[in-house]
């Protein structure tokens, strides 16, 4: 059995292709070839896969999601696509819901083999995977605690032990994983000098969960506490009162731990234009040329090409300052 896409709605459909020669649609109810089916998958798994990153790098990661799940459906053992949906869903975490529990259910529900190619993917997932925890802490440490280290609202203190327990979960299984990988590929992908820190920084991640779940922390009005794993509860420890912080309750309107800048955003719009505008002057050029037999226009080609190649490398080091 094999999935085509029916190229006049866009339904997907599995069919034998060994027995069926033309399909009917239940969907449109119109007739196609089995070809055209395969032909109409191709066109639109490509077509999807762009339009998914395209939304990702405009940090639109719901409407990327949309277009993964549709991916999914159609091939739920592309690995790649599997790890851009569970990135986006991390990229979607807020101070009071995160997603880390979803990422061994969603990395199991598939039958994906761990060969030379995915090798590589799985290893630059858990280097995305390691960025994205390390994003989460740095908010959290940021907004969840005071200068004396006092948790400063209930709710997102419990929500913060609970997702330090899903990220224990999820680097563990990553860990775990590792054996199972490609020598030949793990050696290519760190001897790249960009990848020497993912090993140290999994174990950083590792031990930092593990020493902030064993340990006792202190929240506002409330006092001492440690969390308990089992029921996943904040358990307080009797203290003298002078262990009690009083303070005002922390609240947040916008509880995005990644929140789109429009700094980032206007950047990603002037990029888009600008090198829409650049490939259309460059085109215009090679079409005049060569319809007017043209050697200077010809050449002009090379002006916006070299613009666009400049702008692309002061595009890259400002958005990565």
Do not use: W
């Not at 070809?35 to 490509?46: P, T």
């Not at 598939?110 to 190619?117: F, G, K, R």
């Not at 802490?137 to 032990?161: A, C, Q, R």
């Amino acid at each position: 059995m094999r999935k085509i896409v029916c190229p006049y709605c866009g339904k997907i459909l599995e069919v034998d292709e060994n027995k069926d020669y033309e399909i009917k649609c239940d969907e449109c109810n119109t007739t196609f070839t089995i070809n055209d089916g395969i032909k109409s998958f191709d066109r639109n798994y490509q077509m999807l896969k762009k339009k998914g990153f395209r939304l990702y790098s405009r940090l639109k990661f719901v409407e990327s999601n949309e277009c993964y799940e549709t991916l999914l459906k159609m091939n739920p053992d592309d690995f790649d696509i599997r790890s851009k949906y569970i990135l986006n869903l991390l990229y979607l975490n807020t101070l009071s819901s995160t997603n880390y529990d979803k990422v061994i259910p969603l990395l199991e529900e598939s039958s994906i083999t761990l060969d030379s190619t995915n090798t590589y993917l799985f290893l630059a997932f858990l280097k995305d995977v390691l960025q994205n925890v390390h994003v989460y802490f740095s908010y959290t440490s940021k907004y969840l605690v005071n200068e004396n280290k006092v948790f400063l609202n209930e709710k997102y203190t419990l929500t913060y032990f609970k997702t330090l327990k899903d990220i224990l979960d999820v680097l563990t299984y990553l860990k775990d994983t590792m054996p199972l990988l490609k020598e030949g590929e793990k050696e290519v992908f760190f001897e790249d000098e960009s990848n020497s820190n993912v090993l140290p920084r999994l174990e950083k991640y590792l031990s930092r969960c593990n020493e902030e779940l064993e340990s006792s922390h202190n929240l506002v009005n409330k006092g001492e506490f440690k969390f308990n794993k089992d029921s996943l509860t904040l358990d307080f420890i009797p203290t003298p009162n002078e262990n009690i912080i009083k303070l005002d309750e922390v609240g947040y309107d916008d509880e995005r731990v990644i929140r789109p800048s429009k700094k980032f955003q206007n950047e990603m719009r002037l990029f888009y234009s600008l090198s829409g505008t650049l490939i259309g002057i460059g085109l215009i050029f090679v079409i005049l040329g060569f319809t007017l037999n043209n050697d200077v226009l010809k050449y002009l080609t090379f002006v916006p090409l070299a613009a666009l190649i400049i702008y692309f490398i002061i595009f890259f080091k400002r958005i990565n300052k």
